[in-house]
């Protein structure tokens, strides 16, 4: 998150801490970057009807408009943009420093069980997508699978958010209590795909990414391998063309590198490129997300065929991971980031979700080692050992 960006941001209100006795009205966290925005309270909901008659995006700002002085909207959007949302507006918002939250601490979770570390039926899936790709029916399709872990209480999602910022305060860390004892989805995401501040738009696409290594000089080989790999630097060119081409619906003087840059996170390299941008007037930062959303890096291309293949091949939906979370405020202004590295927690039950982009030279196995490297964020904040894991 973009600190100036908080700091020019109305909220209603403003404290250097968070006091214990008001957590449990906490239904949002959105942190990076140092800072954190804290939503208390539900004030009221983006009616999924209004959705359909208007649309997302100018739902979004209507609802918006209508609210008191310093209000956001906040929440999720789902993968399959034809299911609905769960976007709200908090009663009471508060801006911190995540410095003033270092000293906080949480009692280690007792993981009693992990389930699905090894998936066959993964395995299969991306032979099956192969096939389609080399057939001709598809270019590319990014396949998901789930990992449940169990723990001997309740899962705490401060705690886990707090641990995921810890472990990588450069991303973008969340938590979204759901409504009707849906659970809440926390996670990390590294990937930032639509900030607006003053009418400045910035995007962040993240695509091609390999695995962290202890070693600092096997660690700085692969990034290396990364930066100059062929097959990623495609991908990754593909990726961003594509969404610069999206982003001309929505803004002007796109100012797009010529090349990545290598972004590292706790477990893994991703190659990055950080797009620039005006966004037109009268829109907000959701309107750039959705311009965007679903990108190739989270479903693939064609969309539209490679959406139906998802559905075909996942055994289960995807829900919000995919999608997008974040928040935006009354003059337009917010992040949405790409929902990844992240797991549903719902009583002792956690759910993760970690995808692969499939082509035609991919290999099944390997597909599965990387989605295995990209739950690790999660299994580390969760307290899995890793180490000993057979992912």
């Known amino acids: 998150m973009n600190s100036q960006l908080l700091e020019s941001h109305h909220t209603n209100h ?27 309270g539900v004030a009221t909901t983006l009616d999924p009807q209004q959705v359909k008659n208007l649309g997302l995006g100018p739902a979004a700002r209507q609802l918006l408009a209508n609210q008191a002085p310093g209000s956001i909207l906040a929440g999720v959007v789902p993968f399959d943009r ?41 395995i299969c899936a991306v032979g099956a997508a192969i096939d389609r790709i080399t057939s001709g029916s598809v270019d590319k399709v990014v396949l998901a699978r789930t990992l449940e872990v169990f723990a001997a209480q309740h899962w705490d999602p401060e705690a886990v958010w707090h641990t995921l910022y810890q472990q990588n305060p450069a991303g973008h860390s969340f938590v979204v209590d759901l409504p009707e004892n849906g659970g809440s989805i926390v996670g990390n995401s590294p990937e930032l795909i639509a900030g607006v501040r003053n009418g400045q ?12 290594m202890g070693d600092p000089l096997e660690d700085q080989s692969m990034a290396a391998a990364l930066s100059d ?20 619906s929505v803004a002007s003087n796109l100012l797009v590198p010529s090349r990545p840059d290598l972004l590292p996170t706790g477990q893994m390299w991703h190659l990055g490129t950080l797009i620039r941008a005006e966004l037109n007037q009268g829109l907000g930062a959701l309107d750039a997300a959705l311009a965007i959303h679903p990108t190739p890096a989270i479903c693939g291309s064609p969309t539209t065929v490679a959406q139906h293949l998802i559905k075909e091949l996942e055994p289960v939906s995807r829900g919000f991971y995919g999608g997008l979370v974040g928040w935006m405020n009354q003059d337009g202004e917010g992040e949405w980031a790409l929902l990844l590295r ?5 009583t002792n039950r956690a759910t993760l979700h970690a995808g692969a982009g499939i082509v035609a030279e991919s290999d099944p196995f390997d597909e599965h080692s990387e989605t295995a490297a990209k739950f690790r964020t999660m299994l580390c904040a969760l307290g899995v050992d890793t180490a000993e894991s057979r992912v």
Do not use: C, W
Not at 15 to 36: K, V
Not at 201 to 212: D, E, F, I, K, Q
Not at 229 to 248: D, R, T, W
Not at 342 to 346: F, G, K, R, V, Y
């Open 14 to 40: 403003r404290a250097d801490s968070l006091p214990a006795e008001t957590s449990q009205d906490i239904r949002f966290r959105f942190a990076s970057y140092g800072r954190a925005l804290i939503g208390r």
């Open 82 to 122: 034809s299911e609905d949302p769960y976007l709200f507006v908090p009663q009471d918002v508060q801006e911190l420093s995540m410095r003033e939250m270092a000293h906080l601490s949480y009692p280690e979770p007792q993981v009693t069980e992990v389930i699905g570390e090894y998936n066959t039926n993964f």
């Open 201 to 212: 738009l910035t995007s962040h696409p993240l695509a091609g990414s390999v695995p962290r």
């Open 229 to 248: 790999s062929p097959k990623n630097l495609a991908e990754h060119k593909f990726v961003v063309e594509h969404i610069a081409q999206a982003l001309g």
């Open 342 to 346: 992240s797991a549903m927690l719902n």
